[in-house]
């Protein structure tokens, strides 16, 4: 079972950076999909960016061109750069291994929170 664990959340102004990093444990990770999610206070966790073991990227509309997803297969780590930052951005952010259709198959971690202000 692949565990994952989220880091490199806080709190920052409307137009600031932050880059989140997702370290996961077990084999085959270079192989893997693998996604970052966000789940805002009252609402649904969504999926907000994709990069596929060949390293092709997918994002979801109301990030594309602010976010960028990466991974670094020799440390099992993948990272979500996210710049512009909005108000709307704050939620909770987690990674997840996914299978086919994007579907997560890995265990949730505790992920990591940020927030930002306007």
């Known amino acids: 079972q692949v565990q994952l664990v989220e880091s490199g959340g806080g709190l920052v102004q409307a137009g600031g950076s932050l880059r989140l990093a997702c370290a996961a444990s077990?084999?085959?990770?270079?192989?893997?999909?693998m996604g970052w999610y966000r789940q805002a206070p009252g609402k649904q966790r969504e999926l907000v960016a994709v990069?596929?073991?060949?390293?092709?990227?997918n994002y979801a509309d109301a990030v594309k061109g602010r976010f960028t997803i990466s991974r670094d297969n020799a440390k099992n780590t993948v990272y979500l750069q996210m710049n512009s930052l909005k108000p709307e951005d704050t939620a909770v952010y987690y990674c997840?291994?996914?299978?086919?259709?994007?579907?997560?198959?890995?265990?949730w971690g505790q992920g990591t929170q940020v927030t930002v202000s306007s």
């Open positions: 990069i596929i073991g060949g390293g092709g990227t």
């Open positions: 997840n291994t996914l299978g086919r259709f994007y579907v997560p198959i890995g265990s």
């Open positions: 077990g084999r085959f990770f270079s192989i893997n999909a």
